[in-house]
Each structure stands twice: as structure tokens, then as C-alpha cells.
């Protein structure tokens, strides 16, 4: 009796399993399982919006799954092949390919058109970037498979006055300008501040002039791209390099990368190539010891930068050797682009996009207040973001957003390569550069044959 009782209860245990299993990452019809990234200050933010929506909804509860491991992209596509995806999620404009192939995002355009709590005029045009086809190419007239969450022209240069301030009493008969709000320096103008206000005491460096451990490829990309050139060669399936030659303006962005990170011709590199990410340039930043740093509106309350007591100073990034007339041509870049997307599977399409719709709106005007970048809704962005009541903040606000509406543009990224893979391997080629084990030019082409050989955005 004692083993039937054993087997029936063993039986009762894997069902029991199974059901579990299958029904990992489903909840019930009143709840929506939304599936985020980020640090605690990110996650935290979203659950008072969360919050705040559910007290206005009472029909609807929002769980957070928070995503694991170094690929969120990739544990989301295992995710829907597995049957266990969530209801709606974060996604990347250049990760978003491949699941539109899979027919597992749904669009929103009947979504936004029915509502009217959102409309289209609320929208940036970067919102382009989640439009495609129904052949799944994009396309600015296709269908809306994302609405982005808030954005940020990313590399503006964040600088500390008071090191200026510091240079100019020790070398009276050279003082320093601070860098103008309006007109970018140059690329090699920008190095050569950044050289002087770096300090070295025998080989430790006690401030560093600048260093470029936030997504080293993503600068890279804005580098090229302010040359008029593209990273890309023309079918963008590998790096520019056309009959065997490296196209000469992306090598120069390349180049730059190099000279801000290696020291060279007698002076201290600025930023300093390190292996490791465990050295943060926006908490160095706030202690100090790094005078310049490239970041999006966002930093600011990441690294709790205290602007009461900070001297800081924001400008344009700097700019390749180019003069148009007797300006230069300012040009930033915005990568993140993150946007709510809705799962094509769900069965609780109506509630996500009421969820989507009041992040977008009520939601919007809620992070507008905590400042963590421009809102989605440019509608909110040029009326609560900019109208804050703290006129510090407020003057900084106008900035980032009257620079992301006149001079930024997105990040060209190839739609048959995955981005986060593409960054892995020329961060790895490149450190081979930095390390002395390679040239330049070798970095460059191993980069592009394994590009080649390695990316795919297929989900199979």
C-alpha cells in the first residue's frame, strides 16, 4: 500500500511540476506581467508608476518580472519560444527585428487611434525606428510595433568648472575658457582639454580627464557618424570597408576612440583603457575625480549628482574638424530609444495598452517630475518637463530637450546585425588595440570578420 501510495503521490508531484512549468511567467486575467531591466533606482521608478496606476485601475494589477543575465534579449526570445513569455515588455529599437519576423509583437496604431488618450502628435519622430512593413522592413509609413518610453540626446559633455577654475589659478598667463553651451569644440580640441585636466601622481592617476566605460561602441558610433560616413558598408551586413580599403572617416572616429584611451606623443591619455568595468565614470563624476563625463539627461539623478553643490557645466559634443560658415555643425546621437512593446500572444491586449497608454500620459507627467530623461510624450516634454518649479533643473531640462529637438539624431545601427553582439566584439578587438597587441588597422578587419561570421538578428 505503502509503494502505491509513494508512486501516486511521485505522479501527483510531477503534474503538479508540469503545471508549474507550463505556467511560468502566465498570470491570472486581471494581471499583467510586465518584463523590465535596470538598476534599483530604474526598477523603482516604475513601480510608483505602477503604483499610482493600479489606484486609478482597480481591475488591473502589473507584476514585474525584473530581466536576469547579460542578454535580456536573448532570455526574452527564449522566453516566447518556450511559451512563457510576459504580456508586455521593454524593447530595442535594434533587437526588435527578428521578434516582428516571429510575429510575437503586436502593433499599436489601432490602439492609439481608438483610445484618443494618446495621440500620434504626442510622439516623437524617433518613434520611427519601431515602423515597419508588412514584410517586416522598416519603414516610417509602417505599422507601430513600440512607443519609446523617454529618451536623451546620450553623449552630451558633462564638465566639472570648478577643475577649470583650479588650471586657470596654476597657469594664470594660459587660462581656460569654459566650453561654450552652443558651439561644440572639436574632437582634438576636447583632447586636448581633457589631457590638462587629467592629474597622474607616478602612474596612478588621481583624476582622469575623462573615461568612456558607458557603451565605448555607442560613442563610436555618433564619432562616425558626425563624419557623414556610416560604421556599416553598404548591404550594413559587416563594417565599412569597401574593395579591401577601410573607409578613412570611420577610421579616424576609430582613431579618436584610441587617442582619448592610450597615452601617446608624450602626453597622459584622459580616459585611461580599462579592462573592467568595476571603475564608474558617473560616480567618479560625483566625487571629483574625473573632470568630464558623456551622458544623457538621465545620469543626473542615477549618480544623485548634487547640482546645488556641483559646479557643473553642460556643452554639445565635440565634433570632427568641420566648419560650416562660421559655425560648426552640432550633432548628437540618442541610442537607447526604449520603448513599451505588447506581446502578440497576450490575451489581455486591452488592459497592456491602458497600462502602455498611462505610462505614456499620467505616468509621463509623474517622470517628468523625477527627471530621469525627456519624456516619450513631447507633448508633456515641452510643458512639465521644461516647467519644473526648481529653475536649476529647469534651465538644465530646456537644454537637453532643445538640443534632442534641433540636433539629434538616432543611432543608425544595422537591422540584420544584433547590436549587443556587435559591441562585444568590437570592444574585444579594440582592447587588443589598446593592449598593444594589434594595430588599428588589424582591430578594424578582425572586427568586420567576425561580425560577419557571428551576428545574426534570427531568432532561430
Known sequence: MRKVF???????????????????????????????????????????????FESKNEDIKVEIERATGTNVFDSLKTRFTSGSEPDMFFMDPNEINGFIEAGYIEPLDDYIAAEGGLELEDLWDFNDAYRYDENGVRDENGKLYGVIKDLSPDFMLVYNKDHIDEY????????????????????????????????????DYTRYGTLIDYVPIKHLSEWVQQTGSSLYNEDMTGLNIVNGEIDPKMKEAFQFLYDLQVSRDGYDAPGKYMATSLINSGDLFNTGNIFSVWYGRWAIPSYKWDLENMNIGFAPPPVPERVYGDERDNY???????????????????????????????????????????????????NEFINVENEKIQKINRYFVDYLEKYTHPIINSPYISATKFDNILYQEMAKVYEGKQSLDAAIRAAHARVVTETSINLD
Open 6 to 52: 509513494s508512486k501516486l503521490l511521485a505522479a501527483i508531484m510531477i503534474v503538479l511540476l508540469s503545471v508549474s512549468l507550463f505556467a511560468c511567467g502566465k498570470t491570472d486575467e486581471n494581471t499583467i506581467l510586465f518584463y523590465v531591466w535596470g538598476n534599483n533606482n530604474d526598477v523603482a521608478n516604475i513601480e510608483k508608476l505602477i503604483s499610482d
Open 332 to 382: 548628437g546621437i540618442t541610442s537607447g530609444m526604449i520603448s513599451y512593446a505588447m506581446s502578440s500572444r497576450t490575451t489581455k491586449k486591452d488592459k497592456c495598452y491602458r497600462f502602455i497608454e498611462y505610462c505614456m500620459t499620467d505616468g509621463g507627467k509623474i517622470m517628468a517630475d523625477i527627471g530621469m530623461n525627456v519624456p516619450g510624450n513631447k507633448t508633456i516634454a515641452k
Open 168 to 203: 586657470n589659478r596654476a597657469n594664470p598667463d594660459m587660462p581656460i575658457e569654459y566650453p561654450s553651451e552652443t558651439v561644440p569644440m572639436t574632437w582634438y580640441e576636447y583632447l586636448d582639454l581633457a589631457r590638462k585636466m587629467t592629474i597622474k601622481n607616478g602612474d
